[in-house]
């Protein structure tokens, strides 16, 4: 992954743990809202300095998570959403609230499991049931402690609601655990997926390729070079030229009659093989038919040109077949340049009369468009 796509990903990232924050924060706003409503009717133990404190502590301890996310340093912890200690600092602040209402305890227990729902998709099973065992011993350790101190007005008041939470939370961390498991079958699935895709993408790739390659030669075929001829033919600027090129090659015909048509499709082969080591990486050299091959060089001058395919035609000279003894190899090359606004068809034709004036001239030889029109 590139370093601008990883930032990408981290700013998504801390956009969607900053909602989530967001969240969290809101669930606390509804508990303080619970809480004065029990301070005004009377439900707090505490003093209201106490009350004040202990809003005082929440707010403070948010603000530390705030600025973990604002600075990027969750990012480098193993769990950058921070679920575990926020839960947990959570739970530890709705124990605290709890010990200082005196009836309205077992309203608030319901707090409890909207806690515990933020750990429900990010938690590990193991975690999750580590939080809830926290959370019931906390609040089962109130209620005995305040028995032990003899400050329980209801026992059976108190039995009841601990048993009620260690039902729910039984039942949240079950819920937990398919949860997970299921999210992590759909993820075996997303890259299950994501593989089949890839081999598609593949598979399409050598379909492109096939579609776009000569078989024998392995060559780009007619219309592939057609298509890129054109793309070139409209990125040319001004006062630049490409060079374009019809390449026949000789007496093919005799070579099929007199050595078979696997001798020629040899020939052919070897063509191609010299062809690729003579030209540049952009260069562009395909398969027109039959023994005809067509050229295209971006970027050139009529000199250049005209080397490059003198280099071509007189490598080809001195090839050798493999497996095949064909004596005199040859080809003819008409030449032309591709100049701003041209036409492709037009300038094949200049191409193909070119071609047609070196095969009258005796064949084996480079013959040029310009030529014609300087005479």
Request: glycine content about 6%.
């Amino acid at each position: 992954m590139s370093l601008s796509s990883q930032r990408v990903t981290q700013r998504t990232l801390q956009s969607l743990l900053l909602k989530r924050f967001g969240m969290a924060v809101a669930t606390y706003a509804l508990t303080v809202l619970l809480c004065w409503i029990g301070v005004i009717n009377e439900l707090f133990r505490a003093s209201l300095s106490s009350a004040w404190l202990l809003i005082g502590l929440m707010a403070l301890s948010q603000l530390v998570f705030l600025g973990l996310f604002l600075s990027g340093q969750n990012l480098r912890l193993r769990d950058p959403s921070l679920t575990e200690p926020q839960v947990l600092v959570a739970l530890a602040w709705l124990t605290v609230l709890l010990a200082m209402f005196v009836e309205g305890r077992g309203t608030l227990l319901v707090i409890y499991p909207l806690i515990l729902l933020f750990g429900v998709f990010q938690l590990p099973p193991k975690v999750f049931v580590r939080s809830t065992t926290l959370a019931f011993f906390g609040f089962a350790g109130l209620n005995l402690y305040e028995a032990y101190t003899y400050q329980l007005a209801n026992p059976g008041l108190a039995i009841l609601q601990v048993s009620a939470l260690a039902f729910v939370l039984v039942w949240l961390s079950l819920f937990a655990s398919y949860m997970q498991a299921m999210r992590q079958r759909m993820r075996q699935r997303r890259f299950a997926l994501q593989a089949h895709q890839d081999t598609l993408r593949g598979m399409m790739r050598q379909l492109e390729d096939l579609v776009a390659t000569d078989e024998l030669t392995g060559l780009c075929n007619r219309r592939h070079f057609l298509r890129l001829a054109s793309r070139e033919l409209e990125n040319l600027r001004s006062g630049r030229h490409h060079g374009l090129a019809l390449i026949d090659l000789d007496h093919f015909k005799r070579i099929n009659d007199a050595h078979g048509h696997a001798a020629g499709d040899r020939v052919l082969q070897t063509f191609a093989a010299v062809a690729r080591a003579c030209l540049r990486d952009g260069d562009t050299i395909a398969r027109y038919g039959g023994e005809e091959f067509v050229l295209l060089l971006p970027n050139t001058d009529a000199d250049q040109f005209t080397a490059c395919c003198e280099r071509l035609r007189e490598a080809f000279n001195q090839a050798e077949p493999l497996g095949v003894k064909v004596d005199n190899l040859s080809l003819s090359v008409g030449m032309t340049l591709l100049t701003m606004h041209d036409d492709l068809d037009e300038a094949l034709q200049r191409a193909d009369q070119a071609l047609y004036q070196a095969k009258r001239s005796g064949r084996n030889r480079c013959a040029a468009a310009w030529e014609d029109a300087d005479a």
